[in-house]
């Protein structure tokens, strides 16, 4: 039996971030939540987009209509991809989407990576907020944003600047800052960002704090991870847990505009140590 688990996630966390296989390390994250769950079937699937899209691209030209086309159609079509119409925890993972061909921005973006690295393609996901969005490229330097929840629509700035006001209110704008590249590490960040989100929305904060050690181990030096590690381990009454988390957010975020409250909830915390 073929497993993912802590093992299989720590190779990837020490890894250089372009040796990362972004969906097998996706489907490791996702057998954390399965413990014992086989992984070749999935790999097996992933395996078979790869080669119908290696396939595919051999007999298209470098045109990058042609390029949507193989990819919007071999997900979406071949292997009937969809956006799922509830947004719960069971398609938050790559595990989940596979099973029941419906998942999440990021779960179907990753999909699309998956897909297009494999035909040799350039392509990246974006740090656009609220919704996961890949670019591809063609050897010319011909440039689309995708949208994999909506089957890949190829998106204006017109329509990038209205889904960002959904997300972050009327008053934002689209600049550069939302077009810049996401590598594999913030990918899976942005994937486990969900997991975590949904748990914390069902009251799981055990759940979430999991997602969050996971989160941790690929991001050792993000700041706000451990102060939301450690505002968790607070609420569940982790003293001493919540005491190393704070003290390390304050190690790494010295000029943060929440560190005076942060050294105050540190100071209520060694009381009770």
């Known amino acids: 039996m073929s497993t993912g688990g802590p093992h299989g996630l720590a190779r990837w966390a020490a890894a250089p971030d372009e040796a990362i296989d972004l969906a097998e390390a996706a489907l490791e994250l996702a057998a954390l939540e399965v413990p014992g769950a086989s992984l070749i079937p999935y790999r097996f699937h992933l395996a078979e987009i790869a080669d119908h899209m290696r396939s595919g691209a051999a007999l298209i030209s470098a045109h990058l209509d042609e390029y949507i086309t193989l990819l919007t159609e071999t997900v979406h079509g071949t292997f009937g991809y969809r956006g799922a119409v509830s947004r719960g925890e069971s398609h938050v993972t790559l595990m989940c989407t596979i099973e029941r061909r419906q998942g999440t921005p990021v779960t179907l973006g990753i999909l699309y990576l998956h897909a297009a690295r494999a ?96 989160m941790l181990l690929l991001a050792p030096d993000a700041p706000a991870l451990w102060r939301e590690a450690g505002m968790i381990h607070r609420r569940l009454g982790h003293v001493a847990a919540a005491v190393s988390a704070l003290e390390r957010f304050l190690s790494l975020a010295p000029d943060s505009p929440v560190r005076c409250r942060t050294a105050e909830l540190l100071n209520e915390l060694y009381g009770r140590l």
């Open 119 to 214: 035909a040799g393609w350039a392509a990246t996901g974006l740090t656009f907020p609220g919704r996961f969005l890949v670019r591809v490229q063609t050897a010319h330097g011909q440039r689309a944003v995708l949208d994999p929840f909506a089957k890949g629509e190829p998106l204006t700035s017109r329509r990038m600047r209205r889904l960002l006001k959904e997300a972050l209110g009327p008053t934002a704008e689209l600049t550069q800052a939302h077009y810049q590249p996401l590598n594999n590490r913030e990918t899976l960040l942005r994937l486990q960002d969900d997991l975590k989100t949904q748990s914390l929305q069902a009251g799981r904060f055990d759940a979430a704090l999991e997602v969050l050690e996971t």
